[in-house]
């Protein structure tokens, strides 16, 4: 069984500008979390997809956006990157139903410049 | 959401027990408590989860006493690759029965020495 992806490892990006971060989810999770961890601090929740629609949304501007497809992979997309958007992006996944057992990703190490 | 304190750090030697607790005063009836473990450059590990008395697992275990505003993560016979951050949480469940949010705090960070 794979375990959760996030592709890329680490990316280095100038403020203004946009970056997509990629996540495949593991074999029969139908729920995605993305959260963001700056240095120190735990993992804030950024938002969840489930079945290909946003389900939730933690304090973060509309730049932050995101998408599942039907393989229930997910992007991330932050558009005019500041400087405070440097963090660990870490993302989830989790099997349908009541638990609240979510499966991380090893994340994505953003630095913005 | 029940918001959830817990030590910022504690330290320990190896083959010692440790024991963290976390307070949930406004814990409502149908949440539940989870404990995740986090290493540096990794992303968090689910630990346990429990609703009420005792849990336990080949990990750890997790006490909750009858009034459930409290739960202690116990770590037996520690070793130096259980340094770590631990997070307690009390998710809530989103409408439609998907996995709930889980919203983390600072943690505690759990040093074990030789």
Redesign the interface.
């Known amino acids: 069984e794979t375990g959760?992806t996030q592709s890329p490892t680490h990316l280095i990006k100038t403020r203004g500008q946009q970056v997509t971060l990629r996540c495949s989810s593991q074999s029969g999770h139908n729920?995605v979390?993305w959260?963001q961890q700056a240095l120190?601090?735990?993992?804030?929740?950024i938002f969840?997809y489930?079945r290909e629609e946003e389900?939730?949304r933690?304090n973060f501007p509309p730049r932050f956006s995101g998408l599942q497809f039907p393989n229930y992979s997910s992007e991330l997309n932050v558009n005019a990157l500041e400087l405070d958007d440097s963090a660990?992006y870490?993302c989830?996944s989790?099997l349908?139903?009541?638990?609240?057992?979510?499966?991380?990703?090893?994340?994505t190490r953003l630095t913005v410049t | 959401l029940a918001k959830t304190t817990q030590p910022i750090s504690m330290d320990s030697y190896e083959g010692q027990e440790v024991n963290i607790t976390c307070s949930h005063n406004n814990i409502a009836t149908n949440d539940?408590i989870?404990w995740y473990q986090q290493f540096p450059?990794?992303?968090?590990?689910?630990i346990i989860?429990g609703y009420k008395t005792k849990v336990t697992n080949e990990v750890a275990s997790l006490f909750i006493p009858a009034d459930r505003k409290s739960s202690t993560l116990s770590l037996p016979r520690v070793s130096l690759s259980d340094t770590a951050?631990y997070?307690c949480?009390v998710?809530r469940?989103?409408y439609?029965?998907?996995?709930?949010?889980?919203?983390?705090?600072?943690?505690t960070k759990l040093s074990v020495k030789p």
């Open positions: 959760v729920t979390s959260y120190g601090q735990g993992p804030q929740f969840q489930y389900n939730g933690g660990l870490l989830a989790s349908p139903g009541g638990t609240y057992e979510q499966y991380f990703g090893p994340g | 539940y989870t450059s990794q992303g968090p590990r689910f989860q951050v997070y949480l998710p469940l989103n439609g029965g998907s996995q709930g949010n889980l919203i983390f705090g600072k943690g």
